[in-house]
């Protein structure tokens, strides 16, 4: 078998349908009586569901769409928020609680109920549950928790309390199963979530005095082939796979519209985009969200300018001026556009942008030379003049988000993008496999595992790398990261210049621009940082390429407070125990351990005291014990132990023990091993003496850590 150097997928119609009329109404619930294209964007706006009283309660319901809404004429049996493509825009205000029932009504299949030995195939088609993209509230409870499972039939409650400091702006909601994240989005499930309030772009009068829109991009996987009368994801575990077999389309829409609306293979028919209108010298905002799962963009509205005013959401220190707009899927921006004084019509275009995947995915043009754009609407710029001013400056929200100074980072860390294996075609250039493997730092995600360990209220830099090894088209391919909870402060992106070196951009002058979601490029790099504000507990980064990050580019991060944790133990004993969500640490006192009350202290610990003894690995649970008394008697210290290690070494469960530090090293003496399980991984010590205070679990390493 031979690899194959290009594919050409097809990008022109949806199907070529038979017999299926492509000027079909859209009959889409955000759809108003009769229409034919071209179809007006402004007047497909997502159904808005605003907040009341502080609460934004609403039903989300996880069904199949069942032919109740078309794209490009034909039915679509889709999975869906609602029956709906793309779902209702959430709008709420910092201090209000979204209260978010989520249904799942997906139909139930025996294959949801089994979890595979390896969790980074596909899985739980039918799974589901809710992240809310780019928001700052708690990972953890019925609020941003995406490591929980809604099985179909089930429900769950969400309760998402947005902080009264939150910033303004475009967000969104998307399913974040782990092994179906990418096939529910493939289907379109995403909509809006958009924070108003005081602060907001709407405090300046130029963007107050322009209207308004709401822009969802999205991509869905069809097979190039009707089931019932009606199109389909295609069956496979990974639809991207009948891509590259040339048995399913990637369809863009713009809220809910093809971007090829009316085109039809079958007649010669050409395409009819959606249309925005705007008269002569009008202002337009423009809400642009990538709700999307796979590519990267190029954009550029012909004959305009775009000013960018605020990426993922966060108002910008100043307004950028492009003439083009690179964008990774999950990212957003916000626009002010600016409509020519001369009437016509002006193509938003999809440019020709390589931004790797073997390549498979030119946007747009799909293996045709000939063709370096493709529409994703027309701007048609008709009627009387409506000159508009553009604001002179914005209103970043510089006190909640202050830049991020050198000498606050207490922390660096470098994360590594990296692809092995191919995409294999034979003799024929008929698709064979895709053997590619997805890692980051060496490792594939496992939900047991904490890669990365962090304390509330710091601030760190991490360098992003997209790993390149060879000049295998299979794996260059760009890796959006996003991170949950908290946003970073992107400082410096570094792309290839094709001659063996970089080129370097350092976003507004070297301050940053706050994002949640920034392009790697294929064998560059970009350097962040964030601040663990607010909350505890534990959430993912990942690729926002999510047939990526299901097949394993994801890991966990846990934000644990650093502060003590004080209990006063009487003569008659008492229980000392840490806060974090993993409850690492428990402390039992017995009577007579202290002749009086005393104060003791928990502090997490993030580094070991001093290096492990030789032959062993510490399994992340370092903390001091403070006390002005001296212990009298054994104390009873239970641990609960990882399985798994950030590095990725193993150990022997077995050899697990609580070590105490002599300050120049470790030891076991004055601590006793009362039991341990190796199931549940839970040890139980004594000790009789606190000596410095300081402690750690080690075991015996069985292999190092895997390298990046």
């Not at 030995?117 to 409870?141: F, I, K, Q, R, Y």
């Not at 009264?164 to 974040?176: R, S």
């Not at 060496?442 to 047991?448: H, P, R, W």
């Not at 510490?618 to 054994?634: D, H, P, V």
């Amino acid at each position: 078998m031979k690899r194959r150097s290009f594919l050409k997928v097809s990008s022109g119609a949806l199907l070529a349908a038979k017999g299926l009329d492509s000027f079909s109404l859209i009959s889409n619930a955000i759809a108003g009586g009769a229409e034919t294209p071209p179809f007006n964007l402004a007047a497909h706006q997502p159904i808005q569901i605003k907040s009341l009283n502080g609460v934004l309660s609403l039903n989300l319901s996880c069904e199949l769409s069942a032919g109740k809404f078309n794209v490009n004429g034909v039915p679509v049996n889709l999975r869906s928020y609602n029956s709906m493509l793309p779902a209702y825009t959430l709008v709420a205000h910092p201090g209000d609680v979204l209260k978010i029932n989520l249904v799942n009504n997906f139909p139930s299949t025996p294959d949801d109920f089994v979890h595979p030995a390896d969790m980074n195939v596909p899985h739980g088609l039918n799974v589901t549950n809710l992240h809310t993209h780019g928001l700052n509230v708690s990972p953890e409870g019925n609020q941003d928790a995406v490591l929980l499972d809604i099985y179909p039939g089930g429900s769950f409650q969400y309760a998402i309390q947005i902080p009264l400091d939150h910033p303004t702006g475009t967000f969104w909601y998307h399913p974040h199963k782990h092994g179906s994240s990418m096939r529910q989005m493939a289907s379109g499930m995403s909509g809006f979530l958009i924070i108003e309030g005081p602060g907001d772009l709407n405090d300046i009068p130029e963007i107050k005095a322009a209207t308004t829109v709401n822009i969802a991009f999205q991509e869905l996987i069809l097979q190039n082939a009707l089931v019932n009368g009606m199109a389909e994801l295609p069956g496979s575990l990974n639809p991207t796979h009948d891509l590259f077999a040339n048995t399913a389309t990637l369809q863009y829409t713009v809220n809910g519209l093809a971007v090829n609306e009316g085109a039809n293979t079958a007649t010669g028919v050409p395409a009819t985009p959606p249309v925005l209108y705007m008269r002569p010298g009008e202002v337009q905002h423009w809400r642009f969200a990538t709700m999307a799962h796979l590519q990267t963009y190029k954009l550029a509205l012909q004959g305009h300018q775009i000013r960018v005013i605020a990426w993922d959401g966060i108002t910008a220190d100043q307004i950028s001026v492009q003439d083009d707009l690179i964008i990774g899927p999950g990212s957003r921006v916000d626009l002010l556009i600016q409509a020519s004084t001369t009437p016509g019509v002006y193509p938003f275009n999809m440019l020709l942008y390589q931004f790797g995947e073997y390549p498979l995915f030119v946007t747009p043009t799909f293996g045709v030379p000939a063709v370096t754009s493709m529409p994703a609407f027309n701007v048609v710029v008709q009627g009387d003049p409506l000159p508009m001013s553009l604001p002179a400056r914005l209103n970043p929200p510089s006190t909640r988000l202050p830049h991020i100074q050198a000498s606050e980072i207490s922390r660096s860390r470098t994360i590594v993008f990296k692809v092995t294996g191919d995409v294999v075609y034979d003799a024929n250039n008929a698709f064979v496999a895709d053997n590619r493997q997805f890692y980051i730092n060496g490792l594939k995600f496992s939900a047991n595992r904490i890669n990365q360990t962090v304390l509330l209220g710091s601030a760190e830099e991490w360098t992003i790398i997209n790993m390149h090894e060879s000049s295998n088209q299979a794996l260059m391919i760009n890796h959006p990261f996003h991170i949950h909870v908290n946003w970073i402060l992107v400082m410096e992106i570094d792309t290839p210049d094709g001659n063996g070196g970089y080129n370097v951009e350092y976003p507004n002058n070297g301050l940053g621009v706050w994002m949640d979601n920034i392009d790697i490029p294929h064998g560059g790099k970009a350097v962040v940082r964030t601040r663990f504000q607010n909350f505890t507990g534990i959430f993912p980064f990942h690729c926002h390429v999510l047939a990526h990050e299901d097949e394993g580019m994801m890991q966990l991060v846990e934000v644990v407070d650093p502060a003590p944790v004080t209990a006063t133990i009487t003569r008659t004993g008492g229980v000392l125990a840490s806060t974090d969500v993993l409850k690492r640490v428990s402390v039992k006192f017995n009577p007579g351990n202290f002749s009086q009350n005393t104060p003791v202290s928990y502090y997490f610990n993030l580094d070991p005291r001093s290096p492990a003894p030789f032959g062993l690995v510490g399994l992340e649970r370092y903390f001091r014990l403070q006390s002005n008394g001296a212990l009298n008697g054994t104390a009873t210290i239970t641990i609960n132990f990882p399985s798994e290690v950030p590095g990725g070494e193993t150990f022997a469960s077995a050899s697990v023990k609580l070590y105490r530090s002599t300050g120049n090293g470790w030891t076991t003496a004055g601590v006793a091993t009362l039991s341990l399980d190796t199931v549940n991984g839970v040890l139980i010590s004594s000790v009789n003496t606190l000596g410095n205070g300081y402690f750690g679990v080690f075991a015996t390493m069985l292999t190092g850590p895997v390298a990046p």
